[in-house]
């Protein structure tokens, strides 16, 4: 494919300039100003607002669709960016259709929803939380990205780093709970394994930070709802995860739906412009979710699509997605003195920015590869990894009598309830390109786990829905077995986007189903699949075993079965708190001490009348095959100074008899303070593997950054006194020590 003369100039001279510079990993700044201002010198107004534009495509059994009038933009150069379309030739064709129609013949990004996975699907993203891996879950991020450029693309819309604390929130799922610094770590890892390090690599793909910002807070869990909340919580809590996005160097960002503190965030120039540009100096570009621009009219901040469009660009939106406002309106309003070109200016160039660092300049086609879609897609290697993932991912919160694992001379096994061979729920919610036939259930696994054991199957029930007709099924399959597995749980469309729910219970009649099947008297082992924290209180009281699977994704059979049969001892450590019902919703481990501390013995403290304070499962909890003693925490010296640091030591020991990780997991607490502090804050964790009787010196540095926050002046810093220090498994089983900052 050539390019036209006066593109291939630009390109000619801009290339010889970064021939000259010292090579680096991304190109020389001065190169990409000197190429994308002489390239803006030939654009006219409405190709630019052209790139600011992104417009949907489709998939379908016949290819990939894109709307006649869509199609004709493109080759009008009317269109930067599309999305929802992917496939080697399919993108092919769409690309050569802008450059060879388009006066300047500037190339498409393709963009997808590649959440967790592309054909092949790892755990939800709140399921590869609970590994607390970061290179287990770079490394999915990485097998992610180099499926989807085999087959075109070059942009995801993820990683979501939103902090949810109410299970009710649906996307929840998409993210990685409730702490902010594990999922900064977590947000991190994804961005490294999206992009690399070098973003013109055919096997890596932008990542997008989204949603910009604080749309896990969503009011009564409801998405799209409104959120209110203090500069100090949304700094403390909600910004981080970005900001550590944007210092790994996510090159996009995505607005969120919600409106913050009256602001929606597609207009909230204090989110865009004040923090994201100027204060975390941001050089990527901006684009809205699906029709957030239209959507500031129904907000009640736009009267008509052109206030709409002009309240989003002079916010800090570079890109519109989906709405086509920017595309109606924007040439109209600077031909009105409404707004200024040099707005515009400024947006292309971020948008053009991120397609030279992608190279797409260079070769428009450098993410076409007809023999890497035919041979890099649910490779041995990325199943695998997959199945290792899923394994890391799950966590077992309850094993009563070491009833796990099962043993593999086990002579019949019932498996009964809805989720026991539903391949579609494996996967959850987000899945691009999976396909669930490819996904293994765990009625799968376990036959080819077990083969000399009688495997007996009965659905038992419907995942929702109020029939009990297949209860005596299961329970005559339940009456001829030594030990049966109840998977129970959400389907995958119960969580995700639009997906809240006001009940946080198993749906259907699961619960009276297990209830049943409890009365047999045989050993009962629940696996539990789920997009969110379900208040599961009779479970915990009732059934002997519990392991928390998630949605496991397209190798998730496999490995359900090999913990259950104890090949692999379960690792994961849950990144959000379960309650015991929804009246405690929210709760979180951080929560801030009150004047009125619980007390059990007096009235006047803060406390419910009818349920405990504490929650069913702590954040950080999980449980082992084996265990994990503590010693006493060891500090360095009793006290240290600004310009010093603390080392936190303690000593862990395998005391079981089988191997295994344990996540070791250091929290603070600043008791005086001129703000409220939370009782406890993650700062730091670890991961360390341990034979049966080893012991292993686990070692921190706590300095004044571990210490700080936001203070009474809304200055960041930290103050000078006494703090406690924590160290344990989860963050309600710990040791502590104190210390003193002087």
Not at 240 to 266: Q, S, W
């Amino acid at each position: 494919m050539k390019l036209n003369n006066a593109l291939h100039a630009i390109l000619i001279s801009a290339f010889l300039l970064a021939a000259c510079s010292p090579q680096k990993e991304h190109p020389p700044k001065s190169a990409l100003d000197s190429f994308v201002d002489s390239l803006m010198m030939e654009m006219t107004l409405e190709e630019k607002i052209g790139q600011m534009t992104l417009f949907a495509g489709g998939m379908s059994q016949t290819g990939a669709y894109l709307r006649p009038e869509f199609e004709k933009e493109v080759k009008r150069g009317r269109v930067g960016a599309l999305f929802n379309i992917y496939g080697e030739s399919n993108i092919r064709r769409l690309q050569e259709m802008a450059l060879e129609n388009s006066r300047l013949r500037i190339p498409l990004l393709f963009g997808l929803d590649v959440i967790h996975g592309f054909r092949t699907i790892f755990p939800v993203p709140l399921a590869e939380a609970a590994s607390w891996d970061m290179e287990a879950i770079e490394k999915s991020a990485r097998i992610a990205a180099s499926e989807a450029s085999a087959v075109g693309l070059n942009w995801t819309f993820a990683p979501m780093c939103d902090i949810a604390r109410d299970p009710r929130w649906g996307r929840i799922v998409e993210g990685a709970g409730e702490d902010p610094y594990l999922a900064s770590m977590v947000t991190k890892a994804k961005v490294r394994g999206f992009q690399g390090n070098q973003p013109k690599k055919n096997n890596t793909i932008a990542a997008c930070v989204k949603h910009f910002a604080a749309y896990g807070a969503a009011q009564a869990g409801r998405d799209y709802h409104s959120v209110d909340m203090s500069e100090r919580m949304l700094r403390e809590v909600y910004l981080p995860p970005y900001k550590a996005a944007i210092d790994e160097g996510a090159l996009t960002v995505m607005t969120a739906f919600n409106d913050l503190n009256g602001i929606p965030a597609t207009a909230n120039k204090f989110l865009l412009s004040d923090i994201l540009r100027n204060e975390w100096g941001f050089e990527g570009f901006v684009v809205t979710d699906y029709t957030s621009i239209l959507e500031l009219i129904p907000h009640g901040v736009a009267s008509d699509t052109a206030d709409a469009a002009g309240i989003a660009l002079q916010a800090g939106v570079d890109m519109d997605m989906q709405s086509g406002y920017f595309q109606a309106s924007l040439a109209s309003l600077v031909k009105q003195g409404k707004i200024s070109e040099t707005m515009i200016d400024a947006a292309v160039r971020r948008i053009l920015g991120v397609k030279y660092e992608l190279g797409l300049f260079e070769d428009p086609f450098r993410y076409c590869n007809p023999e890497r879609e035919k041979n890099e897609l649910m490779t041995k290697e990325n199943l695998e990894n997959a199945r290792e993932m899923a394994r890391k991912s799950m966590v077992l919160l309850k094993n009563e009598n070491k009833i796990l694992p099962l043993g593999k001379d086990i002579k019949s096994i019932a498996l009964i309830g809805p989720l026991a061979d539903s391949k579609r729920d494996m996967l959850g919610s987000w899945v691009a390109a999976g396909n669930p036939e490819n996904a293994v259930t765990l009625l799968e696994g376990l036959n080819e786990k077990f083969p000399l054991t009688e495997i007996h199957y009965a659905k038992g029930c419907e995942i929702d829905g109020n029939s009990k007709l297949l209860f005596d099924e299961a329970l005559k399959v339940a009456s001829g077995a030594d030990i049966i597995i109840l998977a129970l749980g959400e389907a995958a469309w119960m969580s995700g986007e639009a997906a809240s729910r006001s009940e946080l219970g198993l749906p259907g009649v699961q619960e009276e189903l297990a209830k049943e099947i409890k009365k047999t008297g045989k050993p009962v082992i629940v696996v539990l699949m789920n997009g969110r924290p379900l208040t599961i209180s009779w479970l915990d009281e009732q059934i002997p075993a519990i392991l928390e699977v998630w949605f496991p994704g397209t190798m998730g059979g496999h490995a359900i079965a090999d913990i259950l049969a104890g090949d692999y001892n379960p690792t994961g450590k849950l990144p959000v708190t379960f309650p015991r019902n929804v009246g405690q919703v929210p709760v979180y481990y951080s929560e801030k001490p009150t004047g009125r501390p619980f007390d059990k013995d007096s009235r006047f403290t803060s406390k419910y009348l009818d349920v405990s304070n504490d929650p069913l499962y702590v954040f950080g909890f999980g449980l082992s095959y084996t265990e994990f003693k503590y010693s006493e925490i060891a500090l360095d010296k009793p006290h240290f100074y600004e310009n010093e640091v603390l080392s936190v030591s303690v000593e862990v020991t395998n005391t079981g008899s089988m191997s295994g990780e344990e996540v070791v997991q250091l929290y603070l607490r600043d008791p005086i303070a001129s703000v409220t502090r939370p009782v406890k804050e993650l700062k730091d964790f670890k991961k360390i593997f341990l034979e049966p009787g080893q012991s292993k010196v686990v070692t921190f540095i706590i300095n004044t950054e571990s210490l700080s926050f936001y203070r009474s002046d809304m200055s960041y810093g930290c103050e000078k006194g006494e703090f406690i220090v924590f160290v344990g498994g989860n963050s309600r089983d710990v040791k502590k020590a104190v210390f003193e900052l002087k």
